[in-house]
């Protein structure tokens, strides 16, 4: 399986900004044919770095989508819209569901709505920290895996990716914490178990795996190495360039 590294711009940079950054980017790296490196810019940006991207070395996320292709929806853009700009589609994020309102019924309909529309979703799950505390975690994943894939047909399964991100690792979040790669483990093997029990294990076996968190470039080889991990969805550190590029180095190397 290949290793994901996906870098969430969130809202941040201007189209200039973000153009500027891919042109760097794209200069510092070699075609990996493992290691799929993709970036999720703001929406005003997909269109013009579409033009400027070099596929074969980097790939472009939506960081949200609408379910619907069509209609009456002011100030959404669909799926539809997003076809053949972006390969893939962050959905569900957490600050998505804690600011915005998402709840697992409208993430489920994204889901596919992008896989209608030929993107791959990120499907993006975690517990907060209060969760957590509370003993809740094996219910949250639960319930967020199988209410944001309860539109997915089996057959499409393999075209989901699912990424693990704890609320309270993610660095926006007053007081974040760093996971442990123990802690990690431990919901990835839930994850698969949810997955094995829905799709039947082999099927779950393919689908990649994304742990995100306070991911930088000096964790991210233990995060790597954790069993079940396909690979990282990073936020703050995505921002800077030369600790992005570190990071899908150390991709490459520890997972050669
Ligand atoms: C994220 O928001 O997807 C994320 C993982 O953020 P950060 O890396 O900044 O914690």
Redesign the pocket.
Known sequence: MKTYIVG?W?LNFTVGESSIYLHKLLKSLPNYRDTEVVVAPSLIALQPLSLQIDRHKVKLAAQNGFYRDYGAFTGEVSFSQLRGLVDYA?IG???RRYILREDDKMVAKKVAAAIRNKVTPIL?IGETESERAFGETADVIRDQLIGGLSEVADDDLHKVII?Y?PVW?????KA?KIATPDEISEVVKMIRKVLGETYGEKPAENVPILF?????ASNAGAYLTVPGVNGL??????LILNEFTDIIETAKRVRA
């Open positions: 969430n969130k962050i994020h957490s600050e993006c990424a991100e690792a993610i660095s926006s979040t974040a995100g968190g306070s991911v930088n969805l990073i936020g703050g550190s995505s």
